[in-house]
């Protein structure tokens, strides 16, 4: 039998309003998706001026972050022709994301969930995500 450890709906909520504070912060409205460690979505907030299209790739990056266990941008620097894992974001029906901005969510080394955002540049996605993470930390202590 196995014992997980799980984001509850307290930590996504902790985890999008740091993201949605940073995002304001640089002036980048965005789609913010949080999932637990299985890549089920938990929290979604698409602020005022996000991206529509943005709605599923946050899903997304928040679902390959946590259910793989690998920050996005990981995926996206292996994942180029000749490489052996090449192809890997066609996986699962086109669900696994190698573009930055998706960042799994680790509690004393354990994968407990995914963070995943979306309308800004991969930079401002990965920044904003890893501000959810810091927030949910420093509140959590």
Do not use: W
């Not at 000749?82 to 086109?94: C, E, R």
């Not at 309308?119 to 420093?138: E, K, V």
């Amino acid at each position: 039998m196995l014992t997980l450890n799980r984001l509850d709906r307290a930590d996504a909520q902790l985890l999008v309003s740091g993201a949605s504070a940073r995002a304001a912060e640089i002036g980048v409205p965005m789609c913010i998706a949080v999932t637990d460690e299985s890549g089920n979505l938990l929290a979604f907030e698409r602020m005022d001026g996000g991206k529509v299209t943005s709605i599923t790739v946050a899903q997304d990056k928040a679902f390959t972050a946590a259910a793989a266990r690998k920050a996005t941008h990981e995926y996206n620097q292996a994942c180029v022709p000749g490489n052996l894992v090449f192809g890997i974001h066609t996986a699962l029906g086109g669900r696994l994301s190698v573009v930055g901005g998706g960042l799994p969510v680790l509690v004393d080394g354990e994968v407990v969930g995914g963070i995943g955002l979306s309308s800004g540049t991969p930079q401002q996605d990965m920044d904003c995500a890893q501000a959810g993470i810091d927030h949910f930390l420093s509140q959590r202590k």
